[in-house]
């Protein structure tokens, strides 16, 4: 296509380098959000490493840059169009499986280091056979609806039930108002349209959770569930202790009975990685509607490929699975908006994709005075990115389903998978779906694909 030339960079195989400053332009606007949002939801699992798998705060951020820098390799390193993330909905399940499941931090992370290679197997296979969408189209509406609404219910459960003394009822005025505000502007139908009138509103919206994190750390304070000690200076993250307690190479191998419990659980992974896809792309086509001068390269086994190079790097350096994704939604959607303003906006969507996310990890991750000021709120950005997953996949989830039969096997699936191991809600769900509903294949789940 003549009118659309790709950004320019490093080819190497079917991944595109692109050097931050050189091939890609600082969008300061992007680099100001990524510096504080991303902050405070990369760090959202420090709580959980603290609790439940033997580590120091510094050690736990450490592990958290690693992940956020394999992430930023998706833009940077693979020249991926999307903006990386988690594969959220598959958190709640995975914390389930692993601290349910093992006694201590050891074991446990033998544990996600057989989720990890696991699903790096699956998806380089997948990838390079093609068979990806294939196995997502054979999957039958219900059983799909059901994973989805079995995050859903994991995740509500963890934060109101299994973590609530450690998280929720530590902080509950400003993990509840944190909670609200980005209900609020993220979900609600009267703010959508308040959004879509002010400028205003429709700013702060696109900050994501930024506003429901500012609340709390105002809020906090005054009803004595936050205090903040901000200290002054540079920290090198102890990135050799933290590699020593997590990584298999010293830690030790899972075995084989780790393996195969992980299967069903990065099939359950992949469904949802799948979908985000399906998302990201939809909102790279809507843009390339309006911006005819720059071609976006939408590569989906090039996408795969990416995924298991960074998952694999992470089961051997710092396994915590299901951290290497790729989409984060919200963000995608935010960066893609200003590309369709134009180049005066943001010259090309990899200038914004880099800006967000590599730019302002050496400031997440070295300054003191950021990491103390976020330390207190970590509990609340776990509880509040755990809140938001099980609203967002029970909507979606319930969404599917067209008959009454449907809706309450889906119930019965997602109930399955948060109370039960994986393998048997799993197994419930396949049942259950021939049973009451029949294998209700929809005749074309990716549209435009």
Known sequence: MAERQELPGWRWGPFTFRLPFYHTKLCMSEFLQGLLVSAATGLALVPVMTAYFGFSFEEAVALSMVHAFLIASAVIVF??????????????????????????????????????????????????????????????????????????????????????????????????????????????????????????FMMLGALGLLPGFLIAAAVGPFVGEVSFDIQWGFMIPPIGEAFAKASPLVNGWPTMEMIAQSVPLALIAYIILFGDIVTGNEVLRDGMAARKDEHIDINLNRTHFSLAIRNGVMAILAPFFPTQGAVWTGVHVIVVQRWKQGPAAMNSLHSGMASYYLMGLPFIYFLVPLLTGLKPLLGIALSLTLVLTGFACAYIAMSIPRENASRGTVVLIGASLAFFEPWIGLLIGVIATLGLVGWDRSEDPIPHD
């Open 79 to 200: 020249g991926e169009p999307y903006a990386g993330g988690w594969i959220t909905p598959a958190l709640p399940l995975i914390l389930a499986f692993v601290i349910g499941g093992y006694e201590d931090p050891s074991s446990r992370f033998q544990a996600m280091t057989a989720l990890t290679l696991v699903f790096t197997a699956l998806v380089f296979m997948l990838g390079i056979t093609g068979l990806g969408r294939r196995f997502v189209i054979w999957l039958p509406d219900t059983l799909k609806a059901g994973i989805i609404l079995g995050a859903s219910i994991a995740a509500l459960k963890r934060v109101f039930i299994d973590d609530a003394d450690k998280f929720l009822l530590e902080q509950p005025i400003a993990t509840t108002l944190a909670c609200a505000v980005c209900l609020i502007f993220t979900f609600s139908i009267p703010m959508q349209k308040l959004k879509a009138r002010n400028r205003f």
